[in-house]
């Protein structure tokens, strides 16, 4: 495959003006992931700031109650700052410094990302500013308070939906006026290349310690792993190290809000086309004009009209299967782990519970299923309870 | 020799732009031949996009009032069909490069060639990535112009060494929108492409009063102005004929005073 492509997929689609930055980002990247110092660094805070490995944790309650294969949870929950962002952010911001950038700016959907790159910002001594859609401003204002408490400067973006992929389209206007002293830190395995390849390798962390613990409690890989899928970090990161195990089903669980037989739905695979945008060429919710569509999910991190261009090549070619999960399924599911499991998790990462409640109850008690869990659900429990009618005050 | 070349042979050239169906598609075509008869050289028409990721908030809020009132790429083919039975001035479209895409590469530039463009600018589509539709393009006898950055350095000779059409120079890091103060060293840079082309070079984004416009026409073969004539047919909505034909015949005048 040629460089930077995923079958037909990815690519580098973007203004002149960046093709040298990200030429540069590149090079940097070939050189420090080789680079001893650059790794100790890393690995040192992963293990001591992250909190890795994390948990492989056997639900052993839903497994009986569901009454099929073994379920593990994957719990990047339980990362510092609550989800598995923290894993590429931690990357990113320290190639940035090693890189001598003094400025970090991302996007963020639901938060996470952002606050997750403004803790490495703080962590790391570096200037940060975070774009975020108006609409998702509102809808997980604790989380901008956060990004502002780590020292982030937030610009609530007005463009477009107000979502995602306007913050998206805000970070890249602003990293083309500014790139000398700034990293645009991409929170998922989409843009341009190297991002796709630079997130999946800071996530493949998930996969690589989820087959070393898989095979130490259970002494066989697992029957198949699973994720949500919006842009798809996560995913990637649960899937990466099992591509080449063929025997391993990989299940990725995108949006699709109201029902993927509305319009109000985010589930790229099931209802987009082929596209080319944010730098990359993938599978995408668009018009018959190639405008890009409005989409919809009540998680704001799976609002997104596109997919990382490696997810189009598993589906392509079969190796990964993409199911939509509404968002009924992933409330109803959001409750069932907590009262089963004691967990409240992410609603992104409930969209993944939703559907191994589905596939575990058809299995064998033989089969081992590892779902990941991507995030804490702390900051989805406003919106949830008002989902539910609850009138809740913060 | 390339049409879009004429736009270079009396001197400077002053390249307008708009995006098209702003206010809708019968004004376009109007606004075109105004900017024409007010002594534009070159009209630039922006085909909208649900996601202008060059652009700045002027151009954007363009891209989306022509969308709401239901601007397609067919129609915009059929509004150049109309343009073209009255003017024979260089067309080239601006937009990005889904839009193109999804209607098929082969489809759209073959509609290009029959109704009458003769080059499109694509800003996120870079050097690397042009190899998938440029023979197409060339087939159907449209340029595919080239973008040069502030950025650029190493890549300046290169891009210039290929570039047909015109080659449109990016005056400043960003997006596009009016700007008091362009700091690049344009000179350097047009020296480069000098060296590297004969395709004639245009300056654009940022370029907005008479000043700006004698003082690049001066550096280079032609200069570009959208956000401003963007800006008036905003504020002026379908009555902008008259201040877009005082404005353009402004900048021209300043641009072939050098």
């Not at chain 1, 100790?40 to 001591?48: D, F, Q, R, T």
């Not at chain 1, 190297?194 to 697992?222: H, N, T, W, Y």
């Not at chain 2, 049409?3 to 732009?17: R, T």
């Not at chain 2, 489809?107 to 029959?114: A, M, S, V």
Request: glycine share 10%; charged share 25%; hydrophobic share 40%.
């Amino acid at each position: 495959m040629a460089k930077g492509r995923y079958g037909i997929h990815g690519g580098q689609y973007i203004p002149e003006t960046l093709m040298n930055e990200i030429i540069h980002l590149e090079e940097a990247y070939e050189h420090y992931k080789k680079d001893p110092e650059f790794n100790a660094h890393l690995n040192k805070l992963l293990a001591e700031y992250a909190g890795r490995p994390s948990l492989l944790y056997y639900a052993e309650k839903m497994t009986k109650d569901l009454g099929g294969a073994k379920i593990y949870f994957k719990r990047e929950d339980l990362n510092h700052t609550g989800s598995h962002k923290i894993n590429n952010v931690l990357g990113q911001v320290l190639l940035a410094k090693y890189m001598g950038k003094t400025r970090v700016i991302a996007e963020t959907g639901a938060g996470q990302h952002g606050v997750a790159t403004a803790t490495a910002a703080a962590l790391l001594d570096m200037e940060c500013e975070i774009f975020m859609g108006k609409e998702d401003t509102i809808r997980q204002a604790l989380n901008v308070y956060r990004m502002e408490l780590l020292g982030a400067k937030v610009h609530p973006v007005t463009s477009g939906t107000m979502t995602l992929k306007d913050a998206v389209n805000e970070a890249m206007r602003e990293w083309t006026s500014r790139v000398n002293d700034t990293l645009y830190v991409l929170g998922s395995v989409m843009g341009p290349h190297p991002f796709p390849m630079i997130v999946r390798d800071f996530q493949s962390v998930i996969s690589k310690e989820a087959k070393a613990q898989i095979l130490e409690k259970e002494g066989k890989l697992p029957t198949a792993v699973m994720a949500c899928v919006g842009g798809g970090s996560n995913s990637m990161g649960m899937f990466y190290e099992f591509i080449n195990d063929p025997e391993v089903q990989l299940i990725g669980c995108e949006a699709a809000g109201h029902g993927i037989h509305t319009d109000k739905h985010a589930a790229t695979i099931a209802k987009g086309t082929l596209g080319v945008f944010h730098g990359m060429k993938s599978y995408f919710c668009q018009d018959e004009y190639g405008q890009i569509a409005p989409v919809y999910s009540i998680s704001a991190g799976l609002d997104y009209p596109g997919i990382g261009p490696e997810h189009a090549y598993l589906h392509d070619t079969g190796r990964a299967q993409y199911v939509p999960v509404t968002d009924a399924e992933a409330v109803d599911a959001f409750e069932y782990i907590a009262r089963t499991e004691g967990i409240i998790c992410a609603i992104e990462s409930a969209h993944a519970v939703a559907h191994l409640r589905k596939i575990a109850p058809t299995m064998s008690k033989d089969d081992i299923i590892i779902c990941c869990l991507s995030g804490r659900g702390d900051k989805d429990v406003a919106a949830i309870a008002r989902y539910k009618g609850v009138d809740l005050h913060e | 020799m390339s049409k879009i070349q004429n736009a270079f042979q009396n001197g400077k050239a002053f390249i307008g732009f708009l995006t098209a169906g702003d206010p809708n598609l019968q004004k376009t075509e109007e606004y075109i031949l105004a900017m024409e008869e007010a002594g534009a050289d070159l009209i630039e028409i922006g085909i909208p996009f649900s996601d202008p990721i060059a652009e700045g908030q002027v151009i954007q809020d363009a891209n989306i009032r022509s969308l709401s009132v239901g601007t397609t790429t067919d129609k915009v083919f059929d509004m150049v069909v109309s343009v073209r039975k009255k003017t024979q001035i260089p067309l080239v479209f601006l937009t990005y490069l889904n839009p193109v895409f999804k209607y098929g590469y082969e489809q759209f530039f073959e509609k290009c060639r029959e109704v009458g463009i003769d080059g499109i600018i694509i800003p996120d589509m870079p050097y690397e990535e042009k190899g998938e539709l440029l023979p197409i393009a060339k087939a159907n006898d449209v340029d595919v112009i080239s973008m040069i950055a502030p950025t650029s350095e190493d890549r300046i000779r290169r891009i210039a060494g290929e570039a047909t059409g015109f080659i449109y120079v990016v005056s400043s890091m960003g997006v596009t929108g009016m700007r008091s103060e362009i700091k690049t060293d344009l000179e350097g840079i047009l020296e480069t492409i000098r060296e590297a082309s004969a395709t004639p070079a245009a300056i654009g984004f940022g370029i907005n009063t008479p000043e700006q416009a004698a003082k690049y026409g001066a550096m280079a073969d032609g200069v570009i102005v959208g956000s401003a004539i963007v800006k008036l047919i905003e504020k002026y909505g379908e009555n902008a004929k008259e201040p877009l034909m005082q404005y353009v015949k402004s900048m021209k005048n300043a641009v072939i005073s050098q």
